[in-house]
Structure formats: C-alpha cells, structure tokens
C-alpha cells in the first residue's frame, strides 16, 4: 500500500515537474494576445514555401538544422528546437511571426534583417512540415496600402512628433485605428527607432517622444521614416525630410595639428626648430667656406 | 461684285507660286535627308561597331554612334583610387563597438576579413583572443582589430607618410608607399599590424588588378598590412567585412557624428551613448593616451560558455 502511494506521489511530482519546465519555457517567450492571433495575408503554398527554404537556409538553419532531421546547434542554450517538431507546430502563425520578429536570448531579432512577407514565407516553409495545418488566411489586402495618407506633425514646445495615417477610400476619408506604428530617423546604415513601437489611437494618430539631443545634417534634418501597419491595409512607408536634428558640422579627425599629421599640418614648434635648425648649420658652413676663401687669398698674396 | 471675282483669281495665281516654292523647297530637305540617310548607313557598314562591357558582364556589340561617354570605370584608375583612399568620406567619424558578452569564438570574423583581404592563415586584420586578467576572474573571448587610433603612434613613426589618418578617422597603409622599416609595426601598442614576410596568398590571380588603398589588395612582399574598418565597403554604405559575418551580434559600426551605431547580426541601429553608458563601454589602454576609435562592451552576463580547451591560453595572460 506504501510503496504504491509512494509510486503515485514520484509519477504526480515528475508529472508535474514537466508540466511546470513546459510551462516555463513557453511562458519565456511571453507573446502578447493580439500578436498570437496574428495571420499572414501571404498563402502558404509550394511556392511560398519554397522562397522561404532559401530564406531559412540562409538565415536560421546554422542554428535550427534541417526540420525533421533533429540536427540543430546543441551547444547553445537553450537548445534551438526542431522546427518540425511539436514544440513548434503547436503554435499559431501569429506566435511564430512574433518569435521571428523578437527574438530572445540567443535568437537574434530579424525585424529589420527580412521583411514582413520574408518571414511568412518563412513561416510557409515551416508549416510545410505539418501535413495536418491549415491556413487561416489574414485580411489584409496588401493593393489598400496605396490608398493610406501619412501626416507627420512636430510640436517643438514638448518635442514630440504626431502621426496621422488615413485612407482615402471611394466612400470617403477612414481613420486607421489601432494600426502598428513605428518611426525611424535614417542613419548611415540603417533605421534607428525613435520612441517605441505604438498603435494609433481612436482618432487615427499616435504621438511619438522624439529625443532632443539626435544629430541631423549640417543643417539639422533628419529623414524620418514612418512604418504604417494595419490589418486591412497592410504595411505602408512614408519618408519625409524634417528640420528637427541637431545641426552636425563637426571638423576632419585630420585637420589639428599633430607630430602624426602631415608636413604642413606638423606642430609649430616642430616646424619652428626644424627650419631653424637647418638654417643654423647652413649658416656654419657658409661661414666656413668663406673663412677657407678668404685663407687662400692670404695664400695667393 | 467684280472685285470679289477678281481677288480669287489673283490669289489662285500667288498661291500656286508658293505652293510650288513650298513643295520645292520640301523635295529639297527630304532629298538631302534621305541622301544623309544612306550615306550614314553606308558609314555604319564601315565597322564603326564597339565591343562593350555592360556592368552585368554582358558583352554587347553596338554602334560606335549610338554609345554615349559617361565616365571612365574608376576602379580601374590607380590616380583616381589613391586620391579616394586618402580623402575618405567627409562628414563621417566611424566607430566600432564590440560586444564581448556575445562572442563565442565563432571566428567567422576573421575568415571574412582574410578573404577580403587576401591573407595567409597566420596573418590576421582582427584575431579574437583568448584572455583573462587574473587568477579570479573569468576567462573571455576578445576579437581585436586595429584601434583605428585618433592620435596614432604608428603614423607619427612613418617616414614616408605610407600609413596615414584619413579625415573620416582610419587610418590607412598605402602599399605604393611603403618601404617595409617596420617602424609601424613596433610603434603599434595593440598590434594590430602584419607584415608579407613571403609573396602574399593569391599574388598570382591578383596580378593585373589595380592597387586599392582601401582594400590593400593586392598584397605586395616587404609591405605592412594591417585592418582598415573595410573602408571600400563603407563607401557602398555597407557594413565591414567582420562585421556582416558575425553570427551572434558581437559587432556594432556607425559613424559618431550620427551617434549611431549598427549591429551587423540583427541589423539593429541604436544610439552609440546610450549603448556605450548602459553596458559600461571601454577602450583598450587609455592610458597611452592613443584615443582608439574601437569601444568594447564588459563580458558580463555571457551569452555562450567559454570552452575548457581555450583555457590554457587564456590562463597564459595571467
């Protein structure tokens, strides 16, 4: 009797210890709900999957392996999952996006390396290793996004930036509501996010905290870059030149005067002893020459 | 009446004299025109076709006529590629920051910069190191590459002005230039430098290519090498060569004047102060006084375990 309840407290405890790793691992990731419901407006079909092997090779498959083939980087922790595996498969669309999208830990971000319809196809090739899947698709009609205007209004009393995005559609002006919103300003290589990522609010604009000390060019712009992305009408960019930066002129790291720089751009003290200096022996050996002359003058008399 | 009889009659008279004057004159041009015409295809069947290079490496054949001079192929131009070398990119001051709390010895780093280059196995632009300061502290992995120093012991020492301080803060080797005294080399308090003691990997295919200051390829025996923060590819608006190859975000370049600095894994922008001020950002030997433009990032909170077979060489620092 004993030995029995002790064996059903071993199999309830290690049961529940899973359970609870499970638990915490998939609470790890931690996805917000509007994110895990998420779907693509991309088919996943044989081509689609195929465009994102080549995107998987690419960019994942050094540390996930071969889906099915359980070949993944086993020295990393935690230990990338197989793709094909349930672990994966059991997620929605939405959560596997917003993983791509994130990242966490030792899984690097590729929310600026691959595209919104990269990383679905992406997704289209992982999906392809589930034959019971079936797709939800979004509705999103990517040919809308034409139709969306974005306003851009900077308030330099609290240094903030407000972003409208409307919709000129046949029956009349929408408001886009709670759409995603980001705003980049343009650097040498690459987007550098002002503020957080936020939603448009009831009236069709979010108001962006824009910070006061970011260099523009000589004369203080800025290209701002707006990353509209609504449910019905898809991602939508808008680029536009702002004079809200810190003008930046600032000289050529070659230009003071230093013992490495060039002749002309030397010390002075250095140019200054130098010159001086061959001067001096000049002077010694004209002085010389002419003593030597005015000898052998004594000597011809 | 009679007036208005007449005047038809006499403009009929006028106008039949301009038509014909019209139509003459018209027979004329198109004569001539059509003349031309022939004579320049005639001229065309001469031969005047050229063979010409598209940059898609597609050899066409065309009309010596029809081809239009936009510019000479400038990489090809020595003049042109040594006077782009020295000048740099204005209005930049690049950075890099190197994180070590990411780095696991991956060494794709150094493939890529070797690759780049054209360098032997042993010679390296960037090595990562293993290191560890003392008995108590953790061992690390360090990729260093050249400081890209603001105020350069190794240019002081030139006595050819071959290596020399571009406006945009790299500094640079000009092969052309270089008598290969060294001096650089023992100057250097990070060695960062290299010398082609034997005739350089891949002389032979690099032969008829023309020297680029900003890629020091080709190599030249008796030259120094050394880093040069890939300084063709920032031209192109690209990240480093090192940089684009890391796997697990160690590296991050921008430009300062832009305080902002990229990662080469993620393609992440953030602003360089407040990376260097939340991670406790540092320069290697400040005491020389040598203004590196290479900023590292501690190792705390490693991301990857360092490897029991790298201690020993670790331990030699101590």
Same mark, same amino acid.
């Given at each position: 009797m004993i030995s029995t309840n002790k064996i059903y407290t071993t199999i309830v405890i290690a049961v529940f210890t899973v359970l609870l790793s499970f638990q915490s691992y998939s609470q790890n990731w931690d996805i917000p709900a509007n994110k895990s419901s998420k779907n693509s407006y991309i088919p996943f079909n044989n081509e689609t999957a195929k465009a994102g092997e080549a995107i998987y090779t690419k960019n994942c498959q050094s540390c996930h392996g071969n889906p099915g083939k359980a070949n993944s980087l086993k020295t990393l922790k935690p230990v990338p999952p197989d793709l094909s595996e349930k672990q994966t498969q059991s997620r929605t669309d939405g959560d596997l996006f917003y993983i791509i999208t994130t990242g966490r830990v030792v899984m690097p971000s590729f929310k600026i390396v691959l595209s919104e319809e990269e990383r679905w196809k992406v997704i289209a090739f992982i999906r392809s290793y589930n034959k019971s899947y079936v797709q939800v698709l979004s509705k999103t009609?990517?040919?809308?996004?034409?139709?969306?205007?974005?306003?851009?209004? $900077?308030?330099?009393?609290?240094?903030?930036?407000?972003?409208? =995005?409307? =919709?000129?559609?046949?029956?009349?002006?929408?408001?886009?509501?709670? =759409?995603?919103?980001?705003? $980049? =300003?343009?650097?040498? $290589?690459?987007?550098?996010?002002?503020?957080?990522?936020?939603?448009?609010n009831s009236e069709g604009y979010a108001d962006f905290n824009f910070p006061k000390d970011l260099p523009g060019d000589k004369t203080g712009n800025i290209d701002i870059v707006v990353n509209v992305n609504d449910e019905l009408y898809g991602e939508i960019e808008h680029q536009e030149k702002l004079n809200i930066g810190i003008p930046t002129d600032k000289p050529a790291l070659n230009e003071q005067r230093a013992i490495w720089n060039t002749l002309l751009k030397a010390p002075i003290w250095i140019i200054v002893t130098y010159t001086s200096l061959i001067l001096l022996v000049t002077l010694v050996l004209l002085y010389i020459l002419n003593t030597l002359r005015k000898l052998k003058k004594i000597g011809d008399k | 009446m009679s007036?208005?009889?007449?005047?038809?009659?006499?403009? %009929?008279?006028?106008?039949?004299?301009?038509?014909?004057?019209?139509?003459?004159?018209?027979?004329?041009?198109?004569?001539?025109?059509?003349?031309?015409?022939?004579? !320049?295809?005639?001229?065309?069947?001469?031969?005047?076709?050229?063979?010409?290079?598209?940059?898609?490496?597609?050899?066409?054949?065309?009309?010596?006529?029809?081809?239009?001079?936009v510019g000479k192929f400038k990489s090809q131009d020595l003049t042109f590629?040594?006077?782009?070398?020295?000048?740099?990119?204005?209005?930049?001051?690049?950075?890099?920051?190197?994180?070590l709390s990411k780095c696991r010895n991956a060494r794709?780093?150094? &493939?890529?910069?070797?690759?780049?280059?054209?360098?032997?196995?042993e010679q390296h632009h960037i090595n990562v190191l293993?290191?560890?300061? %003392?008995?108590?502290?953790?061992?690390? !992995?360090?990729?260093?590459?050249?400081?890209?120093?603001?105020?350069?012991?190794?240019?002081? #020492?030139?006595? #050819?002005?071959?290596?020399?301080?571009?406006?945009?803060?790299?500094?640079?080797?000009?092969?052309?230039?270089?008598?290969?005294?060294?001096?650089?080399?023992?100057?250097?308090?990070?060695?960062?430098?290299?010398? &082609?003691?034997?005739?350089?990997?891949?002389?032979?295919?690099?032969?008829?290519?023309t020297y680029n200051v900003e890629l020091n390829v080709p190599q030249r025996k008796g030259t120094v090498s050394k880093c040069l923060f890939s300084a063709d590819?920032?031209?192109?608006?690209?990240?480093?060569?090192?940089?684009?190859?890391?796997?697990?975000?160690v590296y991050y370049f921008g430009d300062e004047n832009e305080d902002a600095v990229t990662n080469g894994t993620t393609k992440e922008t953030v602003r360089l102060k407040k990376l260097l001020e939340e991670n406790a950002g540092y320069r290697l030997m400040p005491e020389l006084g040598t203004q590196p433009r290479v900023y590292y990032l501690p190792a705390k909170g490693k991301s990857y375990p360092f490897q029991d077979a790298d201690k020993p060489e670790a331990e030699e620092h101590i």
């Open positions: 009609d990517p040919s809308k996004s034409k139709l969306v205007k974005i306003v851009l209004d $900077f308030n330099a009393k609290n240094n903030k930036i407000r972003v409208y =995005a409307k =919709a000129n559609e046949a029956s009349g002006v929408v408001l886009l509501k709670d =759409a995603e919103i980001m705003l $980049f =300003a343009n650097r040498y $290589f690459g987007k550098l996010q002002i503020d957080k990522t936020l939603t448009t | 007036e208005k009889e007449e005047s038809p009659k006499k403009k %009929s008279r006028r106008e039949f004299l301009q038509d014909v004057g019209i139509v003459g004159v018209g027979s004329i041009l198109a004569g001539s025109a059509i003349f031309a015409g022939i004579n !320049y295809d005639k001229k065309k069947k001469l031969g005047d076709r050229i063979k010409v290079l598209t940059a898609e490496n597609e050899l066409l054949e065309i009309d010596k006529n029809d081809a239009t001079k590629l040594q006077k782009q070398g020295r000048e740099g990119i204005p209005g930049k001051r690049w950075v890099m920051v190197i994180d794709k780093c150094m &493939n890529a910069c070797q690759g780049a280059h054209h360098l032997r196995p293993k290191m560890q300061e %003392s008995k108590n502290t953790p061992p690390y !992995y360090m990729p260093k590459p050249c400081q890209h120093c603001d105020n350069p012991p190794c240019v002081a #020492v030139c006595p #050819v002005d071959a290596t020399f301080k571009r406006p945009d803060g790299i500094v640079l080797i000009d092969n052309e230039r270089c008598i290969g005294c060294r001096f650089c080399i023992a100057a250097c308090p990070y060695s960062a430098r290299v010398f &082609n003691w034997t005739e350089p990997l891949l002389n032979e295919d690099d032969k008829d290519k590819r920032l031209r192109d608006g690209k990240l480093p060569y090192c940089v684009s190859a890391c796997p697990n975000g």
